[in-house]
DNA sequence: GTCTATAAAGCGATAGAC
DNA sequence: GTCTATCGCTTTATAGAC
């Protein structure tokens, strides 16, 4: 028996194992391992070898926040983008369970190879935030201040319950954070 | 010339270098390469290997707050000791151009290999700042929340600083979980 | 498009001289 | 306590059969 993948489907595997062992903990004989996928395939898919694997699951995960989170925060309701968002980060993130690749990228060296990119999905992130405030009437000032705690408290959030490995801390702090943000919506 | 050095010299400069390439891509050779300790010495100092250094490391870093932090929030004046803290936080993380070594580590699979270590130090942590909270004479409830954000808050800061790479927004950041804090201690 | 075989380099770790 | 030499293994990457 043989299975024949296209990159489609291969990207988001690849997410989860670099998600879980991070960029230098990934070896390419851990990705057969858990995928079945040979050498063979994966340089041929990916004749950049592991950094274009990593650099594909980037992209990818840029893409799917740009259309699930960003975008609507910049085009839809924004009271209701803004709800959405935080349903989609928690069911996104499994409740804590599933760490962010781009935050942990960012933390070590690897963040020089994909600093362009790491950068980019953290300002694009705010600033769509920042404009959805904006259009709920806040201010620009205190929008800024809210979106920046906002996406910084989901990273520690991230971070804690990853450390602390308990169940329920990350859809806690989600609550708080969320609320935080509601406060900045309505007031100033 | 030839330096002859004692652990308790090694560990920190081997904690900055765990800091700055992660558990896996600190090597051996690349220690040597920016301490100049050869494999004979680093071997001589931890018969166990790269895992020893790392969680000498570990210990380090946490007898470091447990002295520094802590224990003034668990003895001293609480107002105090929560002042002061921040200014520590930001000094040691040097305004969010040094990681948080612990919070890196919960992140990939080498949380596994030190899950109590990362563990402890999470909660002791939060525990310390939320009895400090409780004495200024903040609800239980109230206080055990407003710690766990400020100890997640810090770890998203330092993620969304390094990601950002701007100067500001460490600072910004705390001071804004500073005023959450103490907030929570005059009310509820 | 996937496989096996293989190359060159780097890995953690050990041994023994000094 | 530090050094050099070396082991056995794994790494990324390539080549070529199918």
Known sequence: MKTVYERA?????LGEIFRELGYEGTTLSRITERTGIGKGSLYHFFPGGKEEMAAAVLADVDGWFETA????????DARAAI?????????YFRSGSRICLVGAF???ETRQRFSPAIRDYFVRWIDALRLALVRTGCSGEA?????????????????????LDERDIFGRTLNRLA??????????
Chains 1, 2 share one sequence.
């Open 83 to 91: 709800e959405a968002m935080w349903i989609n980060v928690n069911d």
């Open 106 to 108: 960012a933390l070590d």
């Open 179 to 188: 609320e935080r943000l509601a406060a900045a919506q309505s007031g100033n």
């Open 9 to 13: 489907d291969i990207v988001p595997l």
């Open 143 to 163: 929008a800024l201040a809210a979106a920046e705690e906002a996406v910084s408290g989901i990273q520690g959030a991230l971070v804690l319950s990853r450390a």
């Open 69 to 76: 989170i960003y975008e609507p925060l910049r085009q839809d």
